[in-house]
């Protein structure tokens, strides 16, 4: 009963993608991105001889939290050809080129059949699954021909299916899987609970893949013009709540510049705050040689990919989402030793509790909150030198999760 309600949701699931598709750009993509999607597997994969690794990731998140795996796999076992999915749009369509692997291609909608096409195309001798995927026919498919399955970073919470009474196929499921490695000691016991004993506390690999990105230093030739000589607030991931709050703080604060990188990326959106405001704007995709980045004051990053490497330009962080859903990536910022502000919906992140806990981080509900937390680290270099050692420390400290991974994975 469980596996057929599963598999219904999941045909009601794909039923509702492709209605939505002719409206909706995000669901146009899902869909396209899946025409023909075994032929263009077949023909990729021709003649290959060599073992295959696929990695799956829900969207960009779990693929940059997965990444610093694949290129260490990519290079203690060059024998194996890698093989990347995606879920998502919103990873396939920005990761679509990545170098380190031999072949990226989105999942296809998990029913039984497709699961047993794909696989048996596939045919991987390991197959790693990153944070939160748990797709039970490809799953089931994967271990019924032998595959070695691991789960990577992995956070589990008691409202999941797998510790709930109706959940046993579930369980079955996860019981299948060689190793599971997950973030926190709260994850291990939970799946100790239901008898599963292949468990390795290994931390977050997000640590090591921001540890990497500070290491690298890339440069963006046109937004160091933007910062240079001046103090910076670098506001990722914004959604209108945030913005409505950073539009007044703009304003008032003349003497900081300012960089919008929103998280949904909407033209009009940009442009109607750009015509609010009194400050002079660019947007990064209308730039030119001739742009007067000098002068500018406010630059909006309206386009995908480039945050991570924006953050090291940064004095002052803001991280957007938490008057939605939840807040989003807070450990870009800390790495490059930025302070952060967030909204309330913040407690289901260990890392921006912990940044709290450590004054590396401030959590606000109020514009008026926004602007003492902002105004108090302008004036006091003490304290804003002191929550920066704090926020990079922080994020030092979480290194290794990808070595430990290794040690089993390779």
Request: hydrophobic letters at 40%; charged letters at 25%.
């Amino acid at each position: 009963m469980q596996k057929l309600m599963y598999n219904l949701g999941i045909y009601i699931y794909g039923i509702l993608l492709n209605l939505a598709s002719v409206f909706n750009k995000k669901a146009e993509l899902w869909v396209s991105g899946r025409k023909n999607l075994y032929a263009r597997l077949s023909d990729a994969l021709k003649g290959n001889q060599s073992p295959i690794i696929w990695f799956h990731a829900a969207s960009l998140g779990e693929f940059e939290q997965g990444r610093p795996v694949i290129e260490a796999f990519r290079a203690a076992r060059p024998e194996y050809k890698i093989l990347v999915t995606f879920f998502s749009p919103s990873g396939y369509e920005i990761r679509k080129n990545y170098k380190g692997a031999d072949w990226i291609f989105y999942m296809p909608l998990d029913t039984p059949s497709n699961a047993r096409r794909f696989v048996d195309i596939v045919k991987p001798k390991k197959a790693v699954f990153i944070k939160y995927e748990f797709w039970l026919n490809h799953l089931i498919r994967l271990q019924q021909i032998g595959c070695e399955l691991f789960e990577i970073s992995a956070i589990f919470r008691p409202s999941q299916q797998f510790f709930k009474p109706y959940g046993e196929q579930f369980r079955t499921v996860l019981r299948g899987f060689r190793h599971i490695f997950v973030q926190n000691e709260e994850s291990k016991t939970l799946l100790t609970s239901i008898n599963l004993e292949n468990v390795t506390v290994t931390g977050d690999t997000r640590f090591d893949r921001v540890l990497d990105t500070v290491a690298q230093n890339q440069s963006i030739e046109v937004v160091e013009r933007f910062a240079k000589g001046h103090r910076v607030l670098v506001a990722g991931s914004t959604w209108t709540p945030d913005e409505e709050l950073l539009a007044r703080l703009i304003e008032e604060h003349r003497d900081v510049k300012f960089i919008i990188a929103p998280h949904e990326i909407h033209q009009d959106r940009i442009d109607a705050f750009i015509s609010k405001s009194t400050r002079k704007s660019l947007k990064y995709t209308t730039l030119t040689a001739e742009s007067d980045l000098e002068n500018a004051e406010v630059l909006f990053i309206d386009t995908i990919g480039i945050l991570s490497k924006v953050y090291r330009y940064g004095t002052f962080s803001y991280i957007g989402g938490g008057f939605g859903v939840g807040i989003h990536n807070t450990l870009e910022a800390a790495g490059f030793g930025l302070p952060l502000a967030f909204g309330p919906k913040y407690k289901k992140f260990a890392e921006a509790c912990d940044l709290i806990s450590l004054k590396a981080a401030h959590s606000i509900n109020s514009y008026d909150e926004l602007n003492n937390w902002f105004t108090q680290l302008k004036e006091n270099g003490s304290m804003l030198d002191s929550a920066s050692k704090a926020a990079a420390a922080y994020v030092e400290t979480g290194r290794g999760a990808t070595e430990r991974i290794m040690k089993q994975l390779a």
